[in-house]
Nanobody
Framework: VDLVESGGDLLQPGGSLRLSCAASGINFSIYTMDWYRQAPGKQRELVASISSSGNATYADSLKGRFTISRDNAKRAVYLQMSLLKPEDTAVYYC?????????WGRGTQVTVSS
């Protein structure tokens, strides 16, 4: 199982960004996919999840600004982020569970700063 995130960048507050996660080694369409993030000095936190049927859930604090989606044909999951704030600065990780084990990508850095 391999998860590879991309799309991280340095941008100003109020900006938008779309992260991508490409998956391989699993039957992608049947798995729930998650986005997590970890800010400096803080614990990793769940940002959003999307089920195999496309049902999305979000951290309460991020509802309305972040949107998770998936493209099963491309074996990819996306995180669209808008109205970004400095506190959104973090490494963003893609995760899934496969046969009882958690698999993580290596992460992509998002920095929001003026």
């Amino acid at each position: 199982v391999d998860l590879v995130e991309s799309g991280g960048d340095l941008l100003q507050p109020g900006g938008s960004l779309r992260l991508s996660c490409a998956a391989s080694g699993i039957n992608f369409s049947i798995y729930t996919m998650d986005w997590y993030r970890q800010a400096p000095g803080k614990q990793r936190e769940l940002v959003a999840s999307i089920s195999s049927s496309g049902n999305a859930t979000y951290a309460d604090s991020l509802k309305g600004r972040f949107t998770i989606s998936r493209d099963n044909a491309k074996r990819a999951v996306y995180l669209q982020m808008s109205l970004l704030k400095p506190e959104d600065t973090a490494v963003y990780y893609c995760k899934t569970n496969h046969r009882g084990r958690a698999y993580w990508g290596r992460g992509t850095q998002v920095t929001v700063s003026s």
